[in-house]
């Protein structure tokens, strides 16, 4: 029962660290740059869905909405007004952007809501269901199928809609998708759209369980271990990875040494890079000599 | 009198010292085939790359059905009616060839997400539509063997027909080749030379071709014109141009 238990967290948690890695992976396979600042994304998420739910007292689904069309809007802005620039620039230097976005975003929120841990109250803050021993938190639950829903929406997008397969395009071969007459720029803005909402989705989810302080985003570095774990550039990959982790980490807690929880998901990276390098779902593939 | 498709005018284009087009002017009729050829370096797959708005003009302009296409983006080009090719193929690798062949359907897609989402019949109609496209694209070229195949492992000649053959299905009223014949075998050129002619006459494209096979040239194309340094030397019939005094210079030395 307790292990039953702690799959039940453990996978709460992965699939929050999963769906902070779909944003790593969805950016890094469209546009070859890593954002490390897509945790952070995650924290300004959260907090915006505080002020509209919280603050202002919105109903729960258009303060929803309203979040996440920000979040869209946000992801937009910084690619057309601190990306777009940076094409042609050596990647180690967009990767020093995108670290440098991440603390501007940190300090902003900050002074904006305060560095005091907040609790965003939701529909489904509190509440437990029990089978026998086994006890579930709403929020648990409501992690476990937002990612669901989620991660449906998006196959649906990718796989049917006229935008989602562009962007495959796009991000396969840039030269071959701008003459097939696709604005591979505008696909590359959409692209950090769509992926600060899945952030600010992950941010509204994960908000009820653990409190929002503009340090939360921290775990982003976790599911940077996740991305790669799953083979960076795979989306289902990016959410098992995440779920490995999650599931492990909670593992760890309880079996090991105090100091392995946090731990763990680095020690799966490294064990990860030994046994397979190319991860779990492999999307790059060797050059046919 | 045939109509004027495509003209270009003045063009002229520098990579730091190098004059790579210097104020190139020739025009495109409707329904030709018209040949660009030259040495390494003359500046013919500059021209291609100039037209894709890949490159920006220094100075020219370029007129396509009436219009000034020299400011427009690359993805406007597309929808404007031009398709091309590459000398080396770029493709999508990891899809299979009727995935890159329905993705040049691209600028026909006419449904709204929501709609896409729902899967609704105007969807599906249209997907079916461009499948039939696609088919008979397909059979044109005979691609028939390689449908269900991922890019990555065909071999180097079927891949080239595919890139002619997502070309097409943009439905182009311009297709720029470049280098078709590279890499090809003696065989397959045959082959590309009835399918050019197939193309050009059957579904009517107006067709610019930068080729370096002069057999290939000179049973294809209507019109030729010969390059160098960026300069146009001449331009003609094939056989006017494969006996012009300046076109010899320029590829044998004096």
Not at chain 1, 17 to 29: E, P, Q, S, W
Not at chain 1, 73 to 91: D, F, K, S, T, W
Not at chain 1, 114 to 143: D, M, Q, W
Not at chain 1, 199 to 223: C, E, H, Y
């Amino acid at each position: 029962m307790e292990i039953l238990q702690l799959l039940i967290s453990g996978i709460s948690q992965g699939c929050v660290y999963g769906m902070i890695a779909l944003g790593f992976v969805l950016i890094y396979k469209a546009t070859e740059m890593v954002n490390f600042a897509q945790g952070d994304l995650m924290m300004f998420g959260a907090f915006i869905s505080f002020t509209f739910l919280n603050l202002l007292g919105w109903p729960f689904i258009p303060g929803v909405l309203a979040t996440l069309g920000l979040m869209a809007a946000l992801g937009v802005l910084i690619e057309r007004v601190l990306l777009r620039p940076m094409i042609g620039e050596p990647p180690f230097a967009v990767l020093m952007l995108t670290i440098g976005l991440g603390f501007m975003l940190r300090a902003l929120a900050g002074a904006i809501w305060g560095n005091k841990p907040r609790a965003l109250a939701t529909p489904f803050s509190g509440g437990v269901i029990r089978f026998g021993e086994l006890v579930i938190g709403y929020e648990n639950l409501a992690i476990v199928a937002g990612t669901a829903i989620l991660c449906g929406l998006i196959f649906l997008f990718f796989r049917y809609t006229r935008l989602g397969i562009a962007m495959q395009a796009a991000s396969q071969n840039q030269l071959a998708a701008f003459y097939v007459g696709i604005p591979v720029k505008r696909i590359f803005a959409l692209v950090w759209g769509l992926s600060a909402i899945i952030a600010a989705t992950a941010g509204i989810l994960v908000a009820p369980v653990s409190l929002i302080d503009p340090l939360m985003g921290s775990v982003g570095i976790k599911a940077f271990a996740a991305a790669i774990v799953g083979g960076f550039g795979s989306l289902p990959g990016a959410l098992l990875g995440g779920l490995i982790v999650g599931i492990a980490e909670q593992f760890a807690g309880l079996y090991l040494p105090a100091g392995f929880a946090d731990t763990s998901a680095y020690l799966i990276l490294l064990l990860m890079l030994f046994v397979r390098p190319e991860g779990i779902f492999a999307t790059l593939q060797r050059k046919k000599v | 009198m045939t109509e004027r498709l495509f003209q270009a005018e003045n063009l002229s284009v520098s990579f730091g010292g190098i004059r790579a087009v210097q104020d190139l002017s020739f025009s495109v009729e409707q329904g030709e085939i018209f040949s660009i050829i030259g040495p390494n370096g003359a500046g013919k797959t500059t021209v291609f790359n100039l037209i894709s708005r890949l490159y920006d003009l220094d100075r020219g302009r370029m007129i396509f059905e009436g219009d000034d296409i020299s400011g427009l983006a690359p993805h406007q080009i597309a929808e404007r009616g031009i398709a091309r090719t590459f000398q080396n193929t770029e493709l999508f690798e990891r899809e299979t060839v009727l995935n890159n062949l329905l993705i040049g359907r691209h600028i026909h897609r006419s449904t709204r997400l929501l709609d896409e989402f729902l899967f609704l019949p105007g969807v599906r109609r249209q997907e079916l539509e461009f499948r039939k496209r696609v088919e008979d694209v397909i059979d044109l070229l005979d691609l028939q063997p390689y449908r269900e195949q991922i890019i990555g492992n065909l071999p180097y000649g079927v891949r080239k027909m595919v890139e002619v053959a997502r070309a097409l299905c943009m439905e182009p009223k311009l297709l720029l080749l470049d280098e078709p014949s590279s890499g090809l075998n003696p065989e397959e050129t045959e082959d590309l030379s009835y399918w050019l002619e197939d193309i050009n006459e059957d579904l009517g494209i107006t067709v610019i071709m930068v080729e370096h096979d002069m057999n290939l040239v000179a049973r294809a194309s209507h019109r030729v014109l010969a390059l160098a340094d960026g300069l146009a030397l001449a331009v003609g019939a094939p056989s006017e141009i494969q006996n012009h005094p300046d076109v010899l210079r320029a590829y044998l030395g004096d």
